[in-house]
Structure formats: C-alpha cells, structure tokens
C-alpha cells in the first residue's frame, strides 16, 4: 500500500521414481520438468486495468502528469505481476480513456484531489468522488484513475496518502509515478481484500520504506474469487 517464488525442494526418492518413470515413458524431458517445477496455476486469472489519466475541468491543477508510454504501462505491469504471482492471479495494463473530474469539491486550493476522510478509525471517501468514479468507470475493466496528488483530511501532520480504492467494487485512485506496489495494494482492495497489518503483508495500511508483498492463502482464495466474478462482469 513484492514476493518471489521460493525453490521447491525435491525429495531424492521422489526425484528418481520421476526419472525412473519418464524413462520408460519415452518422455523424460516433460515428466522431468514437470517434477522439477512443483505446484503450478491450473486455473489463472487475468484482468485487465485501463489506466484512466485525469484532467480537472477548467485546466485547472490536479490532473496527472504523467506520460504514460508504452514502456510505462509495460513496466507497471510486470510490477503488479510480480506481486500477484503468489495468487495466480495477473494483469493486463492498457492506457484507457482520460477522463475530466469536476474541481467543485474535489480539488483544493492546491490542485490535490480530496479523496477521503478520516477520523482516525475509518475513512470515508469523498461522495463527489464515489459519484464521480461510478459514473465514468469502464465497465470493461478495473478502473485506474491517476492524479497528481490525493488528499485525506483527518491525517496528522506529514501523514499522506498515495492511493484509495474501493473494497470489493471496481474503480482506485493514485497519485502520479507511486510505485507498483501501490497499485497492486488498491488492487487488493478492488479484488475484496481489506486491511491487514500482518507485518509484510501486502495490504498492510501504512507503506513503509520496505513495503511488504506478502498475501496469504486466505487473502489468495478471496481475491480469485472476487477476479473471477469480475471475469463475468465484463463479458456481459
């Protein structure tokens, strides 16, 4: 708000009844690596998010500024892959259609996008924002929204937020050039999964120098659910 795939160890015994029978099979290369590569994703999932770049109606500040080149979106993809491995669960980044949100309560003084607020406990997000994402969501994807910087009054002072998503509906909001960690982290949220601040946790509130990536098998099992349903959803 990155996990890599430990080796598997063989058991020798299991190892050479594995070689013994790719032998007599005439296929000893594919049992072989079949062997060698342990658990696999039978069934993956793969969503696609539309990048949606804002502008603020009027020209005035708050939009994003990003380019979002190919590279970019190439880049911020293999990110969030990386970290959804664990779920068997991928995404697809395309740039989709910019979009305008009214600066009228959403945008301060200071062109920061007021996205929610708290009162230390729960955050609510902006209703002209709620509003705002529903009617200009795609309905082909999961929508990425970029601004230049959000903002949550009820923060202490230096606090800031980088992004805010729904949980289990489809449409995030962050800010400009956060890393793919955000990004997977909103997701998480989109994909129905709240906050857990289990240390290395992927949806740990609070990101820290050294975000963690973790998910467990729990948070891996509700999140393919919910990507699934969304499967559906955008088929109709």
């Given amino acids: 708000m990155t996990r890599t795939m430990q080796p598997i160890a063989v058991p020798a015994a299991s190892f050479l009844l594995a070689v ?4 007599l099979s005439g296929n000893p290369l594919r049992l072989l ?6 658990n696999t994703c039978n069934d993956p999932v793969n969503l696609p998010i539309c990048i949606r770049p804002v502008s603020v109606a009027g020209g005035a500040e708050g939009g994003t500024t990003m380019n979002f080149t190919p590279q970019v979106l190439a880049d911020m993809q293999t990110g969030i892959n990386a970290i959804w491995a664990r779920c068997c669960i991928s995404f697809t980044v395309t740039l989709g259609d910019p979009v305008v949100f009214p600066k009228k309560k ?14 230390g406990q729960t955050v ?15 309905k082909k994807c999961l929508n990425l929204y970029y601004v230049n910087d959000a903002k949550e009054n009820g923060l202490k002072k230096g606090e800031d937020i980088k992004g805010i998503g729904y949980l289990g509906q489809n449409g995030m909001v962050v800010d400009d050039n956060v890393p793919p960690v955000v990004n997977a982290h909103e997701l998480g949220h989109n994909l129905n999964l709240p906050h ?6 992927l949806m740990e509130e609070t990101l820290k120098s050294n975000p963690g990536t973790g ?8 999140a393919k659910n919910r990507a699934q349903q969304y499967l559906a959803e955008f088929s109709r």
């Fill in 20 to 23: 013994v029978i790719a032998i």
């Fill in 33 to 38: 690596a079949r062997q060698a590569a342990g």
């Fill in 106 to 119: 959403l945008f301060n003084e200071k062109g920061k996008l007021i996205a929610a607020s708290t009162d």
């Fill in 124 to 138: 609510t997000m902006n209703p002209l924002l709620d509003k705002t994402m529903q009617d200009k969501n795609s």
């Fill in 196 to 201: 857990n601040n289990t240390p290395g946790n």
């Fill in 215 to 222: 998910l467990n098998d729990i948070q891996c099992s509700d």
